[in-house]
């Protein structure tokens, strides 16, 4: 399994940014994917979750409604498109999936600030 997340940079407030995550090594369509992120000095959270169809989504509360999850199961790579970026949305975002065990990429900065 590898997870090669990209799309990470530095953006203002109130920018955007959208996040790759390159799959391979398992059947990605068969494996719901998941968006963390983790900020220094915090433990690592769950952004956003979707299923293996991408019908089903779920979000961390602080980021519904300007977070979008999304995947393309012909490329084997999941999304996350970040609008109405916030300070506090800075962190190192990982992608993950849950195959008998957890397995993480290596994350990709992202950095909001003025």
């Known amino acids: 399994v590898q997870l090669v997340e990209s799309g990470g940079g530095l953006v203002q407030p109130g920018g955007s940014l959208r996040l790759s995550c390159a799959a391979s090594g398992f059947t990605f369509s068969r494996f719901p994917m998941n968006w963390y992120r983790q900020a220094p000095g915090k433990e690592r959270e769950l952004v956003a979750g979707?299923?293996?169809?991408?019908?089903?989504?779920n979000y961390l509360d602080s980021v519904k409604g300007r977070f979008t999850v999304s995947r393309d199961n012909a490329k084997n790579t999941v999304y996350l498109q970040m609008n109405s970026l916030k300070p506090e949305d800075t962190a190192v975002y990982y992608c993950?999936?849950?195959?008998?065990?957890?397995?993480w990429g290596q994350g990709t900065q992202v950095t909001v600030s003025s």
């Open positions: 979707l299923s293996s169809a991408g019908s089903s989504t």
């Open positions: 993950n999936v849950i195959i008998l065990r957890r397995y």
